[in-house]
């Protein structure tokens, strides 16, 4: 992973954790559950953002040099590997 992206990762995950330790207080706090709902969409829209960069990080590097390789195994692996993920994610 390249610097910046693990900069910015490590960034939005400490922002996020942030978010959700105050999603945990308003919950105790027996928030109105509209305030909630906002708040853990925020959070799942910061979370897209984080997984967004490492899979452009991913496409950029490992993808990347999978195709460069010209090694056809190595690039059957790499997209099915990000084919599976991009499902799971769908889910």
Do not use: P, W
């Amino acid at each position: 992973m390249k610097n910046e992206t693990a900069e910015f990762c490590v960034k939005r995950l400490g922002k996020i954790e942030g978010q959700v330790r105050g999603v945990s207080r308003m919950i105790e706090e027996k928030r109105y559950c509209i305030d909630l709902l906002t708040q853990i969409a925020a959070i799942r829209a910061a979370l897209r953002k984080v997984e967004e960069a490492v899979l452009k990080d991913h496409v950029s590097h490992c993808i990347a040099h999978a195709m460069a390789s010209g090694n056809a195994a190595e690039q059957s692996k790499k997209v099915a590997e990000l084919m599976d993920v991009i499902e799971r994610s769908n889910r």
